[in-house]
Nanobody
Framework: QVQLVESGGGLVPAGGSLRLSCAAS????????MGWYRQAPGNQRESVAL???????NYTPSVKGRFTISRDNAKNTVYLQMNSLRPEDTAVYYC???????????????WGQGTQVTVSS
């Protein structure tokens, strides 16, 4: 079994900062891509930032220059530093990781439970 546990959400005023963390644990052979998604009420879940095992990074245009994704492979952890937060960033943020649980096994996508980020205007 694999678990992703997120932390770091909360309520901040516009212009503020938050740092999200997501730690993977359990039966892990290798973690491939890791990323952050978000879902606001009434909206579909959208990709925010992704980072591959080799460090290739992709951001959705609305967060470029404000958010920074990083990962610590030794800790099986991915981070999302969010600066200059805007009310439209308000959403539940979900961690995602593509994980192989055994050598030569199939990689599956796992999700965290979600953490609420609320930005007040």
């Amino acid at each position: 079994q694999v678990q992703l546990v997120e932390s770091g959400g909360g309520l901040v005023p516009a212009g503020g900062s938050l740092r999200l963390s997501c730690a993977a644990s359990g039966s892990i052979f290798r973690i491939n891509a890791m990323g952050w998604y978000r879902q606001a009420p009434g909206n579909q879940r959208e990709s925010v930032a992704l980072i591959t095992s080799t460090g290739i990074i992709n951001y959705t245009p609305s967060v470029k220059g404000r958010f920074t994704i990083s990962r610590d492979n030794a800790k099986n952890t991915v981070y999302l530093q969010m600066n200059s937060l805007r009310p439209e960033d308000t959403a539940v943020y979900y961690c995602n990781a593509v994980i192989e649980t055994q050598r030569f096994g199939i990689a599956n996508a796992y999700w965290g439970q979600g953490t609420q980020v609320t930005v007040s205007s």
